[in-house]
């Protein structure tokens, strides 16, 4: 695992628009596992900026997401489907066709997280995986206990989680509590994954991550045992590392 420490917020997210620029110089045709969260939106600018540019094209590329919220179909706007609209996918030239979240409003959510392993399959399996971390040391919705060997599926939201984020929620509007979510082995199973942290409040996840022992307690260490894994930290988070 390599760890690579920045001053900035922003440094961090053109380090990371770096290597998609890369990996899509390399291969035209790459397939992005995407986070959602206030983490990455500095560097979806920074793709959106580059692509405008003509430094970079998402046309041929597809792209994957890590999650979704169980209950919300793909049009209300709490969804990560509708986020990820906004925020990337409306401004780049990414074929609509190619990008895919878990389906929220499945009506049979466990057959959905099959599909969605056999697409990313179908996909040739995903070149570079981006990853944001929770307080708690979550991947996707993988939350502390996770199966080091799980895969795509409905899981729930630990009360940690659904308190960071009701922020994102009004009063009168119901969060939900369980979530679509790529499994730990699906996470591990791309050939590269970066996983971008910012800001004190995630300092003791990142310490955990880089310095713990590789344990279910932190999902995130499991990047310890992957061969190209690269966290990615600003000088606040990377507070309590060594
Ligand atoms: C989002 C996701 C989550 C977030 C994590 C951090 O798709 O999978 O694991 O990456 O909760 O969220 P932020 O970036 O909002 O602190």
Redo the contacts with the bound molecule.
């Keep these: 695992m390599k760890v690579v420490i920045l001053d900035t917020p922003t440094q961090v997210a053109d380090y990371a628009a770096e290597l998609f620029q890369q990996q899509l110089q390399h291969k035209p045709a790459s397939v992005f596992g995407?986070?959602?969260?206030?983490?990455?939106?500095k560097l979806y600018r920074e793709l959106i900026k580059r692509q405008h540019g003509g430094l970079i094209s998402f046309n041929q590329a597809q792209s994957f997401?890590?999650?979704e919220y169980l209950g919300l179909a793909a049009t209300h706007p709490h969804s990560?489907s509708y986020f990820m609209q906004q925020e990337l996918f409306d401004h780049i030239d990414i074929q609509a066709s190619n990008t895919h979240v878990p389906p929220g409003d499945a009506p049979d959510p466990e057959a959905a997280c099959a599909q969605y392993e056999r697409a990313i399959e179908a996909a040739g399996g995903i070149d570079l995986q981006l990853?944001?971390?929770?307080?708690n040391g979550?991947?996707?919705?993988?939350e502390p206990g996770s199966a080091f060997s799980s895969r795509t599926r409905v899981a729930k939201l630990s009360p940690e989680?659904m308190r960071?984020?009701a922020r994102f929620f009004s009063q009168d509007q119901r969060q939900p509590e369980l979530s679509i979510?790529m499994g730990i082995a699906t996470i591990m199973a791309a050939r590269q994954v970066i996983l971008?942290?910012?800001?004190d409040?995630?300092a003791e996840a990142v310490q955990a991550t880089v310095d713990g022992p590789m344990s279910v307690d932190c999902p995130a260490s499991v990047l310890q045992s992957h061969p190209a894994a690269t966290v990615i930290v600003d000088q606040a988070a990377a507070l309590l590392n060594q």
């Design positions: 995407l986070a959602t969260g206030s983490t990455p939106l997401n890590l999650d990560y990853l944001g971390i929770g307080r979550h991947i996707g919705f993988n989680t960071d984020n979510t971008l942290a910012t800001g409040n995630k």
